[in-house]
């Protein structure tokens, strides 16, 4: 009985280990864009700067001879820069290399308020982006000047050897 009860708390403990745990999940087990949905719809005339965003992903890269298919952990981060306004992230898309739709983040608005930041990680073992994978983000405030960052951070190690790059999102409207 004894060693039933330990395989089985073995097999549970080896399940518990092994799950990829997803890292937008806040401490709360709460999906990080849940609590900034938008309560209310968004109003058109009251968007008075309006944006679309494309943000390359480098899932993978060449590395160097010896390992020449490197797969790389992917950072989106949207970063409100407005001290006092809030900016309003409707689309949240992620392509492949063909072009397809992988994955849609949100399904309906949701707000960053003034400085606020919102991460979403690509894990290394995703590689349903592929080489040529990108976002493609649809902001928008109610201030004209309005000046939102949109960047991905690549990282990725081989051996003794870690590295990091980071690209910035250009607008394609």
Do not use: W
């Not at 799950?19 to 309560?39: A, I, M, R, S, Y």
């Amino acid at each position: 009985m004894k060693l039933l009860n330990f395989i089985l708390v073995a097999i549970l403990f080896l399940c518990l280990c092994c799950q990829n745990p997803n890292p937008n999940v806040t401490q709360d087990g709460e999906d990080e864009f849940q609590h900034l949905k938008l309560d209310r719809q968004l109003n058109k005339k009251d968007k008075k700067f309006e944006d679309l965003i494309y943000v390359p992903i480098y899932s993978d890269i060449y590395f160097d001879i010896t390992n020449q298919n490197l797969l790389l952990a992917a950072t989106l981060s949207i970063r409100n820069t407005s001290f006092s306004d809030s900016l309003f992230v409707s689309t949240i898309d992620y392509y492949n290399t063909e072009g397809s739709l992988v994955k849609r983040y949100i399904d309906s608005p949701i707000v960053l308020m003034p400085m606020a930041t919102i991460n979403y990680v690509i894990e290394r073992e995703d590689t349903s982006g592929g080489p040529g994978a990108n976002f493609i983000i649809e902001l928008s405030s109610d201030n004209s000047d309005a000046k939102p960052l949109v960047q991905a951070i690549m990282t990725g190690n081989s051996g003794n050897k870690g590295f990091a790059f980071s690209i910035d999102g250009y607008s394609v409207k």
